[in-house]
């Protein structure tokens, strides 16, 4: 190479060396000192980076602090705010099951950590070519006339400067007057060694308590948890795995088959959802349908939920779903269409197999009550609109295959006047269905209403345990229309049973 070029390249590399010099430690800092609010297991959680190796929980001054390594030197602090709870025994048991079903809001943290140091980096790479940049601007004429300005007096001050100001950093701890004998020391121990009379499944073993927090009251509210935890652990892991066993009782899609399962009325229950997952599987399912009432007051503090569901059919790539009664608001659809789902809004659509969908959400809004609240439409107005856009679409040539809805009653009227080949919902808890019905252009549809899938008694599935049946459906298709369904449930002692495969009646006359 020649003089000239190896000049030009060494100077390219004290600049990009200039510019690392500054860049790695501002992101490095800028990452340390950033904290983002979201919201986790039911709670407004600050989330900021660590370097310590550990997904560290504060959960505030009356329950100890708890850590559980990342395997990797990236940890995050998590500080508990505030969420809505009746006891802290209602609080820990929620604990308990998203604790045995954590991936949806581990993978929350970890999306959200991985945005901050994404972010973070472009900051500092920013900063980095401030140095360089101030360089070329002040050019070779007046980078010497500063160098021929400096004397030994000017360096040396700029010198000590620099000196103080790392001593009074480092020294900062000297100065500190704070009573550290009224705050508990940071001791961190296994919580198998805290709790040695209390089964701790191998998943949690690795979890570290702080122990100087821990009084009576919080150590039996923890035992309590564990206990929990150990029941919901092997409750819904076992059911999840036996579900994987089922393919032989299922009908397996044949060429040119396409299975969609339809899951409703979660309720919360994630415990749930790796249970509908693996069913799914076994029946070959590449769609998924949800009818609705994932939560119960449609609250942000019920993102679990939304997440944990995000989370167990991520890799599906065709999700499908409208918000129930119980989905007050918009938090719900937003979410989960932020998530990847389809949030079915009054229009058809057109799935990759040819499937037409139509759904819209539920017009009235419910709490943990009974009572319920109509919002803009009516009930009845929003179902004739719903059977204009099927009929009109039947009419078009492009016939509505699959109407999803929360409740039944609000495709009754799509399906009574001949527009869609199945309508499928929830709301009832119970599996009504399949039934025929003659439409009164004389084209036949089918109506079919799920279970609930996550086991709830009225708007409640959160437990260690299913509170009632759980049942989800495959539903088979062809050249994009339904031509079967199969129901599969789960009692509450955790036993299936697997419907037989149920042929659709002749669609059209």
């Given at each position: ?336 269409s932020d998530r990847g789902f389809t949030v079915l809004d009054g229009r058809p659509v ?20 009974s009572w319920r609240t109509t919002s803009g439409i009516s009930f009845d107005d929003q ?127």
């Amino acid at each position: 190479m020649p003089r000239g070029g190896v000049r030009v390249a060494l100077r390219a590399l004290a600049y990009v060396v200039a510019w690392a010099v500054v860049a790695v430690p501002a992101a490095y800092l800028l990452l340390l000192a950033d904290t983002r609010t979201t919201v986790i297991a039911g709670h407004d959680v600050a989330v900021s980076p660590t370097v310590d190796g550990h997904a560290t929980v504060d959960l505030g001054a009356y329950l100890p602090n708890v850590r559980y390594p990342t395997g990797s030197r990236l940890g995050v602090d998590l500080v508990v705010g505030k969420t809505q709870v009746d006891s802290y025994q209602s609080l820990l048991q929620r604990y308990a099951l998203i604790g045995s079903h954590p991936e949806g809001e581990v993978a929350k943290v970890t999306d959200l950590v991985h945005d901050m140091v994404l972010a973070n980096a472009l900051k500092g790479a920013a900063i980095g070519f401030v140095g360089p940049g101030a360089w070329l601007l002040l050019g070779g004429r007046r980078r010497r006339e500063l160098v021929q300005g400096l004397t030994r007096r000017r360096v040396a001050f700029a010198v000590l400067g620099a000196a103080v100001a790392v001593a009074a950093v480092s020294a900062e701890p000297l100065f500190d007057r704070s009573d550290t004998t009224a705050v508990a020391g940071d001791s961190w121990e296994p919580i198998g060694s805290l709790f040695p009379d209390t089964s701790i499944p191998s998943d949690a073993q690795r979890i570290e308590v702080q122990r100087g927090l821990i009084t009576t009251g919080s150590q039996r509210l923890i035992e309590s948890a564990l206990t929990s935890y150990h029941t919901s652990l092997h409750f819904y892991r076992d059911l999840a795995q036996r579900a994987a066993g089922l393919g032989r009782q299922l009908r397996q899609p044949r060429p040119g088959d396409t299975v969609a399962l339809f899951v409703a009325d979660r309720h919360d229950n994630v415990g749930m959802d790796p249970v509908a997952r693996a069913i799914g599987d076994a029946g070959g399912a590449t769609i998924l349908y949800d009818g609705g009432d994932d939560t119960s007051t449609g609250e942000p503090w019920e993102s679990f939920s939304l997440d944990s569901v995000a989370a167990a059919f991520d890799d599906i790539d065709e999700k499908y779903t409208v918000a129930g009664n119980h989905d007050n608001g918009d938090f719900v659809g937003g979410y989960l269409s932020d998530r990847g789902f389809t949030v079915l809004d009054g229009r058809p659509v057109q799935t990759d197999e040819g499937i037409r969908v139509l759904g819209v959400a539920d017009p009235r809004s419910s709490g943990l009550g009974s009572w319920r609240t109509t919002s803009g439409i009516s009930f009845d107005d929003q179902a004739d609109r719903l059977a204009d856009v099927a009929c009109r679409a039947n009419d078009r040539g492009e016939r509505v295959t699959t109407l999803l809805v929360h409740d039944a009653n609000l495709g009754r009227p799509a399906l009574d006047r001949g527009c869609v080949d199945l309508l499928i919902a929830g709301h009832l808890h119970t599996q009504i269905g399949p039934d025929v019905v003659v439409g009164s252009n004389g084209d036949n549809g089918v109506t079919f209403t799920n279970g609930t899938t996550g086991g709830a008694a009225y708007a409640v599935a959160l437990g260690t345990k299913l509170r009632r049946d759980a049942e989800v459906t495959l539903i088979t298709y062809r050249n994009g229309h339904p031509i079967g369904l199969q129901p599969v449930m789960i009692s509450t002692t955790g036993a299936f049973t697997v419907a037989p495969y149920d042929l659709m009646p002749s669609i059209t006359n």
